[in-house]
């Protein structure tokens, strides 16, 4: 069964840097993409950037192109999203997805 569990989440100015974890468990093929999404209070939940574990490809929405950086470590079964220059409407509870598997997820709040 597989598994992803995130962690890293917190509170920050406006401006700072956070850094997600997903750590992942329980996958049996050595392909697969795994993708971080966000879902702030009262609107849909919106795709943010994922990856490929087979050849590193990345996909970033618009609103965090060039400010967040998805990165995996394949030995460790682990992606990680880099947020930097982070702004107010990036506060949203972050979720960690492959295929109909969710995380948990983890709070990112940020203050103006």
């Known amino acids: 069964e597989v598994q992803l569990v995130e962690s890293g989440g917190g509170l920050v100015q406006a401006g700072g840097s956070l850094r997600l974890s997903c750590a992942a468990s329980g996958f049996t093929r050595d392909d697969y993409t795994i993708g971080w999404f966000r879902q702030a209070p009262g609107k849909a939940r919106e795709a943010v950037a994922c990856i490929s574990s087979s050849d590193g490809s990345t996909y970033y929405a618009d609103s965090v192109a060039g400010r967040f950086t998805i990165s995996s470590d394949n030995a460790k079964n682990s992606v990680f999203l880099s947020m930097n220059s982070l702004k107010p409407e990036d506060t949203a509870v972050y979720y960690c997805?492959?295929?109909?598997?969710w995380g948990r997820g983890t709070q990112v709040t940020v203050s103006s």
């Open positions: 997805n492959t295929g109909n598997i």
